[in-house]
């Protein structure tokens, strides 16, 4: 699986919209894109994923480059509640044995009141 | 639905003792895996299991050792426990068809002295 690269922490203001960046530069073309995120001392949860059209759902939006080399997560109203680690993962496929996450260090987002 | 559920919550192990790791999920998904996670590092993958009677190693299996007699329950034992081990557990499973989402429990923190 390729390897991500994100930076170490970043915070925002609530209300405001909270953009993660991810540079996976030597992504393949069957690899997905996925984002996780760890509120502190709880599981991680999954967020959204994409393979290289931009994503939507209820949680967040995820914007891939067309040479898919980085995508950033997007929170639209950041809220106090989404102060956590987020992890962006590579992995190929969607379903069946290739189910392994590789979970980096992620990205500590804050969000100031 | 309770989702997946890990006991205990805490436990304190001195050198040399062992002890089993439960987990139980009951969304009736194939897939489960076990993994550690150290202060400040994100999470590495222990074992895993693709259906119950079939278990593989994942990216740091020394020290430990897992079953799958049931669908639901995937249990991880520590035999000879270390100071190395002192970490958080979490256990997660997953579905065949949307393998890349996987539902964690809230983990365990383990203790070695």
């Known amino acids: 699986d390729a390897k991500t690269t994100q930076p170490t922490s970043m915070d925002c203001a609530e209300g405001r919209a909270a953009n993660l960046p991810c540079n996976h530069s030597?992504?393949?073309?069957?690899?997905?894109v996925y984002w996780y995120r760890q509120i502190h001392s709880q599981g991680p949860q999954y967020i959204i994923h994409g393979l290289k059209n931009n994503e939507t759902n209820e949680m967040a939006s995820l914007i891939i480059t067309e040479d898919r080399k980085s995508s950033t997560l997007i929170l639209p109203h950041a809220t106090l509640r989404d102060t956590a680690v987020y992890y962006c993962?590579?992995?190929?496929?969607?379903?069946?044995?290739?189910?392994?996450?590789?979970f980096g260090k992620g990205i500590t987002l804050s969000v100031r009141p | 639905n309770a989702g997946v559920t890990q006991t205990p919550k805490f436990r304190i192990l001195k050198i040399g003792q062992s002890m089993t790791l439960q987990c139980t999920q009951d969304m009736n998904h194939n897939y489960m895996y076990w993994y550690r996670q150290d202060p400040g590092m994100g999470l590495k993958l222990i074992y895993y299991?693709?259906?119950?009677?079939?278990?593989d190693k994942g990216e740091v299996p020394n020290g430990y050792n897992v079953s799958r007699s049931t669908t639901e329950d995937f249990p991880l034992r520590l035999e000879l426990a270390a100071p190395s081990q002192t970490s958080v557990y979490f256990c997660?499973?997953?579905?065949?068809?949307?393998?890349?989402?996987?539902?964690f429990g809230p983990g365990t923190r383990l203790t070695v002295t």
């Open positions: 299991s693709v259906g119950a009677g079939i278990t």
């Open positions: 993962i590579v992995r190929a496929g969607i379903t069946g044995a290739n189910s392994k996450l590789t």
């Open positions: 030597t992504i393949s073309g069957n690899e997905y």
């Open positions: 997660a499973s997953s579905n065949i068809i949307s393998s890349y989402e996987q539902y």
